[in-house]
């Protein structure tokens, strides 16, 4: 069974930058479809950014040209570079995978989740 265990969030200044990783255990992780999804307190998890098994990317419009997912398939890790924080960043970040071909940014199509991993940015 796939196990995902995140790192890198913390506290920076706005209009800074964090890279978030994804460490991924099992032998089927290059099959996978991986997100980054986010949450913060009294709203809904929402959908960062996407990348499929075929390394198609899908972002959701508000972090679009300042987020990059990507992933490194030999390392079995997901990373996310967030550059120009902006305090409406502030959020816990999840990722996330399917074995299905997915290219949606919508909670309920993932199954494999980690544990969150805290982003603050203050202005």
């Known amino acids: 069974q796939v196990q995902l265990v995140e790192s890198g969030g913390g506290s920076v200044q706005s209009g800074g930058s964090l890279r978030l990783s994804c460490a991924a255990s099992?032998?089927?992780?290059?099959?996978?479809?991986m997100g980054w999804f986010r949450q913060s307190p009294g709203k809904e998890r929402e959908g960062v950014a996407g990348?499929?098994?075929?390394?198609?990317?899908t972002y959701a419009d508000s972090v679009k040209g300042r987020f990059t997912i990507s992933r490194d398939n030999a390392k079995r890790t997901l990373y996310l570079q967030m550059n120009s924080l902006k305090p409406e960043d502030t959020a816990m970040y999840y990722c996330?995978?399917?074995?299905?071909?997915?290219?949606?940014?919508?909670?309920?199509?993932?199954?494999?989740w980690g544990q969150g991993t805290q982003v603050t940015v203050s202005s």
């Open positions: 996330a995978a399917s074995p299905y071909l997915r290219r949606t940014l919508t909670p309920d199509d993932y199954n494999i």
């Open positions: 099992g032998y089927t992780y290059s099959s996978l479809s």
């Open positions: 990348i499929d098994s075929l390394s198609y990317t």
